[in-house]
């Protein structure tokens, strides 16, 4: 049952090698979707262009009927996937502020990583700006350390927030991520008279 | 003239039925994850390779560097008429309400599940492994077997002897006068002061203890 601890089973070079065939493929598909680019990125923050938006969504959805439906024919063990932890107000903080960032900056910390491979110069003073900043918080986190480690909800995923079991919950994310490509197009159209191009 | 289908809407309704069939079909109960999981773990119970020595649970008991959980899967009469101190009686059924905290454990933590024989402890080891692979182990011939090497004779009927084992059915077989639950002599034996006993180490803890002493 998965997850498989790939070093024990290709040794430690086999498991790198895996590791680059994946980030080849990622790497891939995120430049080829646009992702290595400020202005398509920031462009869907003003439904001027939603591609990148619908990329990233279906390949949420995906990954999680993957994930799920890998779990219910138990070829997975959901309870060894790493989930990240939950602290509530910290990480609504953090994502008011990684928000403004993205928008302000055109890129999320990988994409800018996108666009370095690219050689584009925004990015790297994005890159760079992104590690200066890590080290910034790094030295001054102790100052806020008590809300640092506030509202601490552990392991904690839709399916316990709504007590709702996690089929229907991915169903009902299907249908949010659908409903909002369908909502975002008709925003898209009214405000610019146009669609993503096909 | 033949119509094209839009592939959006063909990856659409992929996506619509496929998470439509995942809320029909559901995901595995313990039951059924322990099915999965048996072809892995099964081993272990047949080769009795986590079924402890009541020695070796007094050991891990007495052992300040290890966080020892001991769940008593029995019924209420039986905890009431004699458990081991530190112990905590749980359902079956309530074993899905631990799992945040077992997926909490540490890497220095041991579980060990304790019936009156072995049926129930076994039961809720394999649900505690679907739950979320702890470090679990099983008390061997469970509380009778327990009170076979540790019972006071003074706190049971005079026909306080040694349950058999042969035939286990999952009731316990020392009579005792009072219940007294964890104030019986045996629920947490001197280490130190009850005759040694020979075992086979099982327990094997997830990262190595650093003992230290004195300034260190």
Known sequence: ????????????????LVYLGIGFCFGFILESSGFGDSRKLAAQFYFRELRVLKVMFTAIVVAMLLVFWSSALGLLDYGD?????????PGIVGGLVMGVGFIL???????????????????????????????AFGETVGYINEFWNSSYMGRFILPDLLGLDTGVVAFLVVCLALAMFLGFGWVQKRIYGRGDPE | MKARINPRVLG?????AASGALALYGQPDLEQKWAYMAPEYASRLEYR?????????LHLINDDYIDLIIYDVRNERDWNMFHLVDSERIDLKDLP???????????????VVVSNDEILATRAWKRLLALAKPNVYILEGGINHWLNVYGVMGDEHESHGTASLARPDGTLRHPFKLALGARHAASRPDEHR???????????????VKKAGGCD
């Open chain 1, 105 to 135: 900056g055109g890129y999320c910390p990988g994409t800018s990583l996108v666009s370095v491979a690219t050689l584009k110069v925004d990015g790297m003073f994005f890159l760079l700006g992104h590690v200066v900043g890590v080290l």
């Open chain 1, 1 to 16: 049952m998965a997850p498989y601890n790939l070093a024990a089973a290709l040794g430690a070079t086999g498991s790198y």
């Open chain 2, 194 to 208: 009850v005759a040694h006993r020979e075992y086979t180490e099982k327990v094997k803890l997830l990262k190595k």
């Open chain 1, 81 to 89: 996937i790493m989930v990240k932890e939950t602290w509530l107000w």
């Open chain 2, 49 to 57: 390779e986590v079924y402890i020595d009541p020695a070796e649970l």
């Open chain 2, 97 to 111: 309400s631990q799992r945040k905290r077992l997926r909490g454990l540490s890497e220095l933590s041991v579980v």
């Open chain 2, 12 to 16: 659409a309704g992929f996506l619509l």
